[in-house]
């Protein structure tokens, strides 16, 4: 399907989507036809009333988007976020504090750990106010300032 793509000066872009494509991937494609960095677009669906595009995993058919729509490209100024403090409990129960960025991915923060803790990404289980963090960034499991991350590890065997 085509969906037209227009910024606030400049004339409109017509981009080849699928439905099941994600926010994120439309991004993307955004990114490499107009060379807008991801993290500055602010995509807004005008259908009547402005609905917002503001989870990169939904896909564009769960917005109403079909073939014609058009969206606003709004470009955002790229604002540099503070490192905040929080507590990480291993395993063995001691506790250690690592600066994070709440932006940060679930995946490159186990990376972190394995690299201080010497546990592989793959046997941690990282929890936080009982919610397993698997995928998607710290800050949508609600990590802020002074919080803790408990680790566990997954059990082998099989």
Excluded at 29 to 56: M, P, Y
Excluded at 90 to 96: P, Q, R, S
Excluded at 116 to 140: D, F, I, T, Y
């Amino acid at each position: 399907m085509d969906i037209t793509i227009s910024l606030l000066k400049g004339e409109p872009h017509i981009l080849r989507v699928h439905p099941h494509d994600t926010v994120g991937s439309l991004k993307i494609l955004i990114q490499q036809k107009l060379g807008i960095a991801c993290e500055t677009q602010k995509l807004v669906f005008v259908n009547g009333s402005s609905t917002t595009l503001n989870n990169d995993s939904a896909t564009l058919e769960s917005y109403s988007l079909r073939s014609g729509a058009k969206l606003s490209l709004l470009v955002t100024p790229v604002t540099p976020v503070a490192p905040i403090q929080v507590f990480f409990q291993n395993d063995k129960g001691v506790n250690t504090t690592y600066d994070i960025k709440p932006d940060e991915t679930v995946s490159h923060f186990k990376s972190r750990v394995e690299a201080r803790e010497g546990v592989a990404v793959s046997q941690q289980r990282l929890l936080h106010e009982g919610k397993e963090m698997n995928e998607g960034k710290l800050s949508n499991y609600k990590i802020r300032a002074n919080s803790t991350i408990f680790q566990t590890l997954r059990l082998r065997g099989g």
